[in-house]
């Protein structure tokens, strides 16, 4: 596709269910990574993959937290067992190559309600 | 630990003047910035970038500022528009090419007609 497509848009859960957000990168973009924005905070880096390499998983916040792509497509980021402080903007960004010289494409992003 | 910065929550210039945005940080193995702008319920999207063996780097309207030896740049808009309304982010890496950015928590800039 054009861009970096994300669903839901908008997703309100229960505190206690689980969550699966989806991203479509941009085709050919070998690169993807996770973010989310909280409440008055900046960008947080959650997951990163790269081809077939193991994904660098060193800022999900909690075993809670798990993420997987499929290949060089889709990727999935799975939130068991929500908490409130789970409530953000969930960003998913694609890039050509590994590394911010070659400038990410984010998404739109999910924004998450935890109630 | 913030080690990115941006402690302007909000900034307002009026049309055709010029914008500044500012941004500090503490790492000082960062060798990568950039600015990325976000309009609301959309993802950020890539401004402008610099290295960390360059002190300036300009496109267009904007140029970034870099001062390594205090830790600080700053984002030049200038003329402003209307269309520059929107949240700056500021974004840090270290190690050239490395995966992750580190992101300021964003400057809401208006500009007022």
């Known amino acids: 596709g054009a861009g970096v497509s994300q669903s839901p848009s908008n997703k309100v859960t229960e505190k206690g269910k689980d969550v699966e957000l989806r991203c479509d990168p941009i085709?050919?973009?070998?690169?993807l990574y996770w973010y989310r924005q909280r409440l008055g905070q900046g960008l947080e880096f959650l997951i990163y993959?790269?081809?077939?390499?193991?994904?660098?998983k060193s800022g999900l916040p909690s075993d809670r937290f798990s993420a997987e792509r499929t290949g060089e497509s889709v990727s999935t980021l799975t939130i068991q067992r929500t908490q409130q402080e789970d409530s953000a903007v969930y960003l998913c960004?694609?890039?050509?190559?590994?590394?911010?010289?070659?400038?990410?494409?984010f998404g739109s992003g999910t924004r998450l309600t935890v109630v | 630990d913030q080690q990115v910065k941006q402690n302007s929550p909000s900034l307002s210039v009026q049309e055709g003047r010029i914008s500044i945005l500012n941004c500090d940080y503490t790492?000082?193995?960062?060798?990568?910035f950039l600015w990325y702008k976000k309009y609301p319920a959309e993802g950020p999207t890539f401004l402008i970038s610099?290295?960390?063996?360059?002190d300036k780097n300009e496109d267009g309207r904007f140029t970034v500022f870099l001062n390594k030896s205090a830790k600080h740049l700053s984002l030049h808009i200038v003329p402003s528009q209307p269309g520059d309304s929107a949240v700056y982010f500021c974004?840090?890496?270290?190690?050239?090419?490395?995966?992750?950015?580190?992101f300021g928590t964003g400057t809401r800039l208006t500009i007022i007609p």
């Open positions: 790492n000082s193995m960062f060798d990568y």
């Open positions: 974004a840090a890496s270290y190690n050239f090419g490395n995966e992750k950015l580190t």
């Open positions: 960004a694609s890039s050509l190559a590994p590394g911010p010289n070659y400038g990410y494409t």
């Open positions: 085709s050919g973009h070998t690169a």
């Open positions: 610099i290295s960390s063996i360059k």
């Open positions: 993959f790269q081809g077939n390499s193991a994904p660098d």
